[in-house]
């Protein structure tokens, strides 16, 4: 299914990502609690179950994983085979980074970045093997001005050809230079056509710095996916003390709900992720739009202004993200 026939409810704006739930070790703050006490593959399948249930059952119905998330790939080709009925979802999935970890949490390595042919070849036959004809969306994961896939022909041809198939082609970015990623992969064109049919970037409260080249995206007829809208959990776990926890007690809202509406609010935000490792975490971010319209019914468009205080240099913030322990 296309991206286009997502439903236009205000649930069908969030998507749920597994990169928490496809791996025993990540970077969200709140893992030792939330996760299982055992996280064999078997308990991390059965909670991606869980949170895929739970989201279906809300209207969520975009979901992203990569071949680096663990087993993601094959956790959500075994729900979707074990749904048979379900056909009107949208399944996204990511090349250009290998898991590196073998299960282990405490692995001194958990991805290796590769933006090759090679690479793109390996990982396209594996994420097929997985998810067969289910897979809708295939992006290069976490794209930076200097990857090779913004410059490399053959690699870029290869991507056309994928796209000239059916599968919608499209680029992740990440680090503190994704406006100029960002504004790099749309210029790409093979034969004259723009190759990224989509743009996944990180944007949330404390990260805006994507938010010109998002609306510039939008603009240019890209579907724009928003990832990391809770900063790895961080606008959670510091929401009490913040600008955003009093507004939450202010409007009965939570931070969660709360930092996921400020993104929403974003014309130029298609999708927004939820990247929820319970089920009641789900529970709280599809919550988001009606967080939206008290905020806007109670406080106006002077309760999210508020937030902007929360901003941080990128460069600061993905110096902190770079130090956030895998667990
Ligand atoms: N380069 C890329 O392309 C890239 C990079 C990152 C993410 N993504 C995509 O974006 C999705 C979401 O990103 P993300 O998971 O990295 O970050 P996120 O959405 O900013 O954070 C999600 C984390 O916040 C915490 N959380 C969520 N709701 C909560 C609640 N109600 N109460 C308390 N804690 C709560 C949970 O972590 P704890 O339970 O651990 O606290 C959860 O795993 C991913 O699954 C993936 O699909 C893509």
Do not use: C
Request: glycine letters at 8%.
């Amino acid at each position: 299914m296309s991206l286009e026939r997502l439903p236009a409810t205000p649930v069908g704006r969030i998507g749920l990502g597994l990169a928490a739930v496809g791996r025993p070790a990540y970077i969200n703050l709140g893992r030792a609690a939330d996760l299982p006490a055992e996280r064999t593959v078997h308990a991390m399948e059965a909670r991606a179950h869980e949170v895929l249930d739970a989201a279906y059952a809300h209207g969520v119905r975009y979901f992203d994983v990569a071949r680096s998330y663990g087993k993601a790939e094959q956790f959500l080709a075994d729900w979707l085979r074990g749904h048979p009925e379900i056909r009107d979802v949208v399944i996204g999935s990511k090349w250009g980074y290998r898991y590196t970890a073998d299960w282990h949490v405490d692995a001194k390595v958990h991805e290796v970045k590769e933006h090759s042919r090679a690479m793109f070849d390996r990982q396209l036959a594996e994420t097929r093997g997985i998810l067969g004809d289910r897979l809708d969306l295939y992006q290069v994961h976490s794209v930076t001005p200097q990857s090779p896939v913004l410059t490399d022909r053959a690699l870029q041809e290869a991507l056309a050809a994928l796209a000239a198939e059916g599968v919608t082609v499209g680029v992740s970015t990440s680090g503190p230079e994704q406006p100029a990623a960002l504004r790099a992969a749309l210029e790409v064109t093979v034969a004259g056509v723009p190759l990224f049919s989509t743009v996944q970037a990180t944007y949330n409260l404390l990260e805006p710095s994507a938010g010109a080249a998002l609306a510039e995206a939008h603009a240019a007829g890209r579907t724009v996916i928003v990832k990391e809208a809770l900063a790895n959990g961080r606008l959670v776990h510091e929401a009490a003390k913040s600008p955003l926890g009093h507004l939450a007690a202010r409007t009965g809202t939570a931070p969660d709900a709360l930092a996921l509406a400020a993104v929403l609010r974003e014309p130029w935000a298609d999708l927004v992720l939820s990247g929820a490792a319970t089920r009641d975490q789900l529970d709280g971010n599809v919550s988001a739009p009606a967080a939206l319209r008290t905020v806007e019914d109670t406080e106006g468009g002077a309760g999210f202004a508020g937030l902007s205080a929360l901003a941080e240099p990128a460069p600061a913030y993905w110096r902190h993200r770079s130090g956030l322990p895998w667990a």
